[in-house]
Nanobody
């Protein structure tokens, strides 16, 4: 079973930056990809950025391309997401998640961390 621990998040003005971090722990971790999802009230949870060490790929939601950067260490099972030029529409609860690889469901989740961007 995988446990994901998140840190980062908070309140920032529009145009500011935040960094989210996540580390996985547990036994028999079969994890080839990690990602960050976000969910605002009344909306669906959506994948914002993902990284696959198995496939050597990254993914970004169109609205964050050029502003967010995901990086990670497959051996250490850690992932970070640097968020720059934040906009009020980025306000949401952000969740770290892991999967066997892209194309497989993300089946382990962190508790979520709040990001609030004021205008």
């Amino acid at each position: 079973q995988v446990q994901l621990g998140e840190s980062g998040g908070g309140l920032v003005q529009a145009g500011g930056s935040l960094k989210l971090s996540c580390a996985a722990s547990g036994h028999n971790i079969d994890m080839g990809a990690m990602g960050w999802f976000r969910q605002a009230p009344g909306t669906e949870r959506k994948l914002v950025a993902g990284i696959s060490w198995s496939s050597n790929l990254t993914y970004y939601l169109d609205s964050v391309k050029g502003r967010f950067t995901i990086s990670g260490d497959g051996a250490k099972k850690t992932v970070t997401m640097q968020m720059n030029n934040l906009k009020p529409e980025d306000t949401a609860t952000y969740y770290c998640a892991s999967s066997r690889d892209f194309g497989y469901p993300f089946d382990s989740w962190g508790q979520g961390t709040q990001v609030t961007v004021s205008s």
